[in-house]
């Protein structure tokens, strides 16, 4: 039998991220089978790990979470409020903190469509007098 875990689900423009929370652990992190530091560059590990910082939590839980879609900067979003959803399943009290932090809104800022008769959303095509 699987060991029980707390799962959240975190979305940010095209980037969904599974996070699969243990307890008791200490404090093993795995993104899409591989180490954190490999899979991300700069400060973005610490910015999808910030909620476990904020809750005292980073040596003692283990996570597992399946990254999709999107840039990096968005999976590291979309992985920080999973993060902070599993760990308000796991302990309710965490709520607040994590709600004053601001890591248990989404993002819903998304790409805005293609209009026809212009090369982007709002880019028209370049005026030409001659």
Avoid at 2 to 23: C, D, N
Avoid at 26 to 42: E, Q, R, W
């Amino acid at each position: 039998m699987a060991t029980p875990y707390f799962f959240g689900l975190g979305k940010r423009k095209t980037s969904i991220a599974r996070v699969r929370m243990f307890q008791d652990g200490t404090g093993k992190v795995l993104i899409n089978d591989a180490d954190p530091k490999k899979y991300f560059f700069s400060t973005l590990t610490e910015n999808a790990l910030a909620p476990l910082a904020l809750t005292d939590f980073k040596k003692k839980v283990d996570l597992e979470v399946q990254l999709e879609g999107g840039g990096k900067v968005s999976q590291s979003d979309a992985m920080r409020l999973g993060i902070s959803r599993a760990l308000v399943l796991m302990d309710p009290n965490l709520r607040s903190a994590l709600k004053h932090a601001g890591f248990l809104r989404r993002d819903s800022r998304i790409k805005e469509r293609k209009k026809p008769g212009l090369k982007r959303a709002r880019r028209a095509p370049q005026f030409s007098k001659r």
